[in-house]
């Protein structure tokens, strides 16, 4: 056997680099030299957040970020350490105050959640612990592996399929269409790569009201953004069957491959649901992988009242969601699931010497994990779902998200009350889209007019909608996955629009 530790002789000199070392004392850490001190810190920082979070109503939903901040924000890289004391007085007073204020009660822009006070505790501890969580025997992924469990007993989905949770629904649904083309491609997608050009374009189908995602999905996959079919909606912006149908033939029939329909289950526009039932059934008659994007309209299954309104999420071959969107969690936590967990694994697994399994201690498999994403190291995300679920419970979150439902709902009903106001897409789930109409404007001007309203709403930091255009128009659009609002905050929100539409609209008048 050679000699392992026959190492080169030492180079001449070398060993006075070894003195100065251990003349310099003991070795340096980044543990505080005073436990008790960063302690005390620690219980401040922990009483300051509570505070924050508690009293969050009572401040603006958000405010610009002041110049003087923005240049405080972009200093030169320090080298020499500062006290603990003073880097969180300067979190306090530059980064704390100018969030996009997700957490507000009147923040209801784009998809966004609120998060929670317990999961932010459940953060807090997933990062003492600082699992890498690609598999090993270790309790992390056998968290992780029972939050799956119980996501896909949420969403009906069969035991046996495989999961993973993601950085949110753009990573996720990433994931399932690489799995899609690789399960569904007559070829070997991995080993070829798309550069073989002996074999027909691949093609897929979603609706013209797709989120951006799978724009850079098919980019990403090398599929490219001519790959995808966006079929045409009908008046409650739901995919057209017949459309759809008539795409994949004609793409046939021209030689190109159809693979995959993506159904999408609450649109971010207006939270429309494509009919998952019968794309399910036209998917499994063409032999194509049925992927749905039901980023936040997924969860509305837990609200028996509303359930019906997903109904078919079982059926698809992948499911993509987020949890930080309606189950309030903080950010990232999204989710994938896939019926077939081989398909999966398949798409994704490697195996290199230095992750192969050793059969017993740390490492007894390979990084099961690893095997299901392009991620190596990941965080412990599934810590504060896990907390989530078992401290407030799935009924909870049901009530939760009916009562946003509930509330976009109402807030329909306020608007179609009011004669200046007016929704412009049908309010099927928790999106309403809507806009400040006197009916003495054309479009172009109320276009201009609503996106005045809806600048003038955030920068008075009363209400945070969004802004995004429906059927041509510009809308004020609100999302509700925020289990902070109350119904008076929905009032308050028309009560506002009305108010800087009419002076507006008076300017106007009096320019005229
Ligand atoms: C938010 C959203 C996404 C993207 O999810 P991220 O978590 O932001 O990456 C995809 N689809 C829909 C319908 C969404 O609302």
């Not at 990433?174 to 550069?195: E, M, S, T, Y």
């Not at 009908?234 to 033939?249: G, K, M």
């Not at 907390?387 to 979150?397: D, E, V």
Request: net charge negative; aromatic share 8%; proline share 6%.
């Amino acid at each position: 056997m050679p000699n392992r530790i026959d190492n080169p002789p030492l180079r001449k000199g070398s060993t006075d680099v070894f003195v100065a070392d251990l003349q310099r004392g003991p070795e340096e850490t980044l543990d505080p030299s005073d436990w008790e001190e960063l302690r005390g810190l620690g219980h401040r920082m922990l009483d300051d957040m509570m505070d924050y979070l508690s009293s969050v109503r009572e401040r603006a939903v958000w405010q610009p970020v002041p110049l003087e901040i923005k240049q405080k924000l972009s200093v030169p890289l320090p080298l020499e350490s500062s006290s603990l004391e003073s880097v969180y007085g300067d979190f306090k007073q530059d980064i704390l105050p100018y969030p996009t204020g997700n957490i507000h009660p009147r923040f209801w822009g784009w998809v966004m959640g609120t998060g929670t006070p317990v999961a932010m505790l459940a953060e807090m501890l997933a990062a003492g612990m600082n699992s890498w969580v690609g598999g090993f025997d270790q309790s992390a992924p056998l968290v992780e592996e029972q939050v799956l469990s119980w996501l896909k007993k949420i969403l009906e989905y069969p035991k046996e399929s495989s999961g993973v949770l993601t950085s949110g629904c753009t990573m996720a649904n990433i994931l399932a269409l690489n799995v899609a083309r690789c399960a569904k491609a007559p070829f070997d997608v991995r080993k070829q790569g798309l550069q073989n050009q002996t074999h027909a374009p691949l093609v897929l189908y979603c609706s013209t009201e797709v989120h951006s995602w799978a724009q850079k999905a098919v980019e990403l996959l090398g599929l490219g953004d001519n790959s995808l079919r966006r079929v045409p909606v009908d008046s409650s912006f739901r995919i057209e069957l017949e459309a759809l149908q008539a795409a994949i033939q004609s793409d046939r029939r021209d030689g190109r491959i159809p693979f995959c329909v993506i159904g999408s289950a609450g649109t971010v526009n207006t939270g429309a649901v494509d009919p998952l039932v019968e794309l399910a059934a036209l998917c499994k008659e063409e032999q194509l992988w049925f992927h749905i994007d039901g980023a936040f309209g997924a969860l509305a299954i837990l609200s028996p009242k509303w359930r019906n309104s997903v109904a078919g999420l079982h059926l698809a071959d992948s499911i993509a969601f987020d949890l930080h969107k309606w189950m309030y969690m903080p950010f990232e936590a999204g989710c994938v699931l896939v019926r077939d967990s081989e398909a999966h694994r398949k798409a994704f697994v490697v195996n290199p010497s230095y992750l192969a399994s050793q059969g017993r201690g740390i490492a007894p498999q390979a990084p099961e994990f690893a095997a299901r994403g392009v991620e190596l190291a990941r965080n412990f995300k599934a810590l504060k779902i896990w907390f989530s679920l078992r401290t407030h419970g799935t009924l909870k979150f049901g009530r939760l998200i009916e009562q946003n439902i509930e509330q976009a709902q109402y807030l329909a009903a306020l608007i179609e009350k009011e004669p200046h106001v007016e929704l412009l897409a049908p309010v099927k789930l928790n999106v309403v889209c809507f806009r400040f109409n006197p009916g003495s404007s054309d479009d172009e001007e109320l276009d201009w007019i609503n996106e005045d309203i809806l600048i003038r709403l955030q920068e008075s930091g009363v209400a945070a909608p969004s802004g995004t255009r429906v059927s041509g128009c510009f809308a004020i659009r609100v999302a509700v996955t925020n289990h902070r609002s109350r119904k008076e905050d929905f009032q308050l929100l028309v009560d506002s629009v009305l108010q800087l539409g009419l002076g507006q609209s008076r300017e106007i008048k009096q320019a005229r």
